[in-house]
């Protein structure tokens, strides 16, 4: 299943620390593939790795504004919570799956758990 954390409305010119970012994966998992190669719009930087539960992969859309995640529910919320640490305090993020079936904003400071309880309370 694919997630995605985004910056919703206007980020004002903002794109994601790309490199903060890839630190806060490495320091989640040990061995981290990255290609930096433009593939389409919304991969415009990959990241793959192995979770405990089998193989993951993130990507940034190229305005880097929003993150797709294709990984368990589990490590979503780890890498939302990433992506919500690096971005600024004054923008809106949003958690949600490809498929709508929840959207909860994702504020500054939420932890996994109340991340995970905000997705179970709107799915």
Do not use: Q
């Not at 010119?13 to 998992?29: F, N, P, Q, S």
């Not at 919570?81 to 959207?103: M, N, Q, S, W």
């Amino acid at each position: 299943m694919t997630f995605l954390a985004v910056v919703e409305g206007d980020a004002d010119g903002w794109r994601v620390d790309r490199y903060a970012l890839t630190e806060a994966i490495r320091a989640r998992w040990e061995e981290v593939g990255i290609d930096a190669s433009h593939r389409s719009e919304v991969r415009g930087l990959v990241w793959e790795f192995d979770t405990d539960n089998g193989p993951g992969e993130a990507y940034l859309h190229e305005d880097g504004t929003c993150l797709y995640m294709d990984v368990r529910e589990e490590d979503a919320t780890w890498l939302a919570i990433a992506f919500r640490r690096v971005t600024p305090k004054h923008l809106d993020l949003v958690f949600c799956d490809e498929g709508y079936t929840f959207d909860v904003r994702l504020r500054t400071g939420t932890t996994e758990a109340e991340l995970m309880a905000l997705v179970n309370a709107a799915g």
